[in-house]
């Protein structure tokens, strides 16, 4: 097996384990979240093949799978089953776990400075590919939102974004290439603005925030419709 999908087995195991947890009772949603899944991978697959195409990003033949479909590997397929499965986990955890989340005051805080950070980076790098798409997304889910949704789970949203990062981190940083001497994904140095964290490319922060709030949001859909 690859380096990476060594790691989507390992993100997936413990979530999948601790879904059958009494209190959780995380398999119960299941159903909801496949097509907050579904949607998630819809979107972002394709937004994959075409930045793979174009060379915003590639994957290292070193640590992936050779097979490529629509020039991704099979373990980006399986990347958009296991990372919105594990960290919309930490989001249920969080709602069965934690009585009072954040107030709402402070969600309005955070959903104002995302938007702050978001239209500087569409304004500043409308140049670079990466940053401006994943931007111009993100913005546009946190707009409805703010102002058309109005939903009520944005604070366990928020606290789960925050808590989630942990992990991601650590699964993005060895990915980005933090263990190994070359990067399992690499980025086009000219479609991105440049600052990392370690080796995390700064967008790949934006890119988290999209990929867990759009599968929690359609998973909330179907969960209301009970």
């Known amino acids: 097996m ?23 009772a995380f398999y119960k949603q299941w159903k909801a979240l496949f097509y907050g899944i579904g949607a998630n991978a819809v979107l972002f ?7 793979a195409i174009n060379k915003v990003w590639g994957f290292n033949p070193r640590y992936s799978s050779s097979f490529r479909l629509f020039e991704l ?23 069965a776990y934690i009585a009072k989340p954040w107030s709402q005051k402070t969600v309005q805080v955070l959903n104002g400075l995302a938007m702050l950070v978001l ?13 401006i798409v994943n931007a111009s997304v993100a913005l ?10 109005k939903k009520n789970y944005l604070p366990y949203f928020w ?34 603005i440049g600052w990392r964290f370690v080796t995390i490319p700064a967008e790949d922060f934006i890119y988290a925030f999209t990929c867990l709030l759009l599968p929690i949001t359609v998973m909330e859909a179907q969960l209301s419709k009970k």
């Open 45 to 51: 697959l394709t937004w994959d093949s075409w930045f």
């Open 119 to 131: 239209i500087a980076a569409i304004v500043s790098y409308n140049d670079r590919l990466y940053t």
């Open 2 to 24: 690859t380096l990476y999908g060594w790691l989507m087995l390992f993100s997936f195991v413990g979530p999948f384990a601790l879904s059958f947890d009494k209190k959780v």
């Open 73 to 95: 590997p099979i373990e980006e397929y399986l990347f958009f089953l296991v990372v919105p499965y594990a960290s919309v986990f930490i989001y249920a955890c969080l709602k």
């Open 140 to 149: 546009i889910l946190l707009i409805f939102h703010m102002f058309i949704a």
């Open 159 to 192: 606290m789960a974004y925050w808590v989630h990062l942990i992990p991601f981190a650590i699964i993005n940083g060895i990915l980005t290439g933090a263990t190994t001497p070359e990067p399992v994904v690499w980025y086009n140095a000219e479609q991105i």
